[in-house]
């Protein structure tokens, strides 16, 4: 059967596949549009299965919200020029727009959930890879929900934060987002910081306070000085807060008599090996250039 212009071009907005592959998947199927897919979708996992190995390193962080509920997720591509790709954004924000309505956080149920167009999120994840030529990957997804104010700030698609509060306003709680996109903490408050980090923590400032070959009661002294530094640098209260570095986090919280319940943090690659920019300070600066206006 002769295959038209009208069929190639029918195929690929149907499929967004290559004018090359659409029109060799419709001599395969020998005219058969239905066929011709068909085609392309196994060949699009083929595909799909070559690359996931591959490093996805990059990507972007999408959040969704309704109320007082909210999801992150993280989808991970191999290079930025993908990850800023309006097809890979429009995947992006379909599947956290799917893992909020269906309010799953396991990834592989999330791959599994279906989208607004009918298509599983697997389905779209191998199509969309077959089209853009990269590894895509479904990281993480994570959830927030609260009775009280829920805010959330985004840097550039590479950080996204998530803060719900008990009380304050939700000024305050997208100011407390910012102040967690730019300065990372572990945790809320100290009862937040793992046993094993604490330990770890103590032990090492105990072996460079004994260096300094001080008598022992100034050792604990040198030890409890810099293990509250410690905890106040990694817990959001003890930060300095990022619009105002002579104010605590925690005492700004106070005088709105608001308090963090809990916050999500994700940063694009965090913890993959791959080069990292530093994302959080390029919030700082945001934040820094902000205040001087």
Excluded: W
């Excluded at 090359?20 to 020998?30: I, P, R, S, Y």
């Excluded at 009918?118 to 479904?138: F, S, Y």
């Amino acid at each position: 059967m002769a295959i038209s212009a009208s069929m190639v071009k029918e195929l690929r907005e149907r499929t967004g596949a290559g004018m090359m592959e659409c029109k060799k998947a419709l001599v395969e199927a020998d005219g058969d549009l239905e066929l011709a897919r068909e085609i392309l979708r196994k060949a699009g996992q083929a595909q799909a299965d070559k690359k996931s190995g591959r490093v996805a390193a990059d990507g972007r962080i999408v959040i969704a919200s309704d109320g007082n509920r909210a999801v992150v997720v993280e989808v991970n591509s191999e290079t930025d020029f993908v990850a800023k790709d309006g097809n890979f954004v429009s995947f992006a924000e379909s599947v956290a727009a799917a893992a909020l309505a269906s309010g799953t956080t396991d990834v592989e149920a999330l791959a599994s959930e279906v989208l607004a167009d009918g298509r599983t999120v697997e389905a779209a994840r191998t199509e969309l890879i077959a089209k853009i030529g990269e590894n895509i990957a479904l990281r993480r997804v994570a959830a927030i929900a609260t009775e009280g104010v829920l805010a959330s700030y985004t840097h550039g698609g590479r950080i996204g934060v998530v803060v719900a509060l008990d009380r304050g306003d939700e000024t305050l709680a997208r100011d407390i987002a910012m102040h967690v996109a730019a300065s990372n903490p572990m945790c809320i408050d100290e009862n937040g910081v793992p046993a094993e980090t604490l330990k770890s923590e103590r032990r090492i400032l105990t072996e460079q306070a004994l260096a300094s070959g001080k008598p022992a009661e100034i050792v604990e002294k040198m030890v409890s000085g810099r293990l509250a530094k410690f905890l106040k640098d990694v817990t959001l209260v003890g930060q300095p807060f990022v619009k105002d570095p002579d104010m605590a986090v925690g005492k700004l919280l106070g005088s709105h008599g608001a308090r963090v319940t809990a916050f999500i943090r994700f940063e694009v690659g965090e913890g993959i090996e791959k080069r990292q920019d530093n994302f959080a300070e390029e919030v700082m600066a945001q934040v820094r250039a902000a205040n001087k206006d």
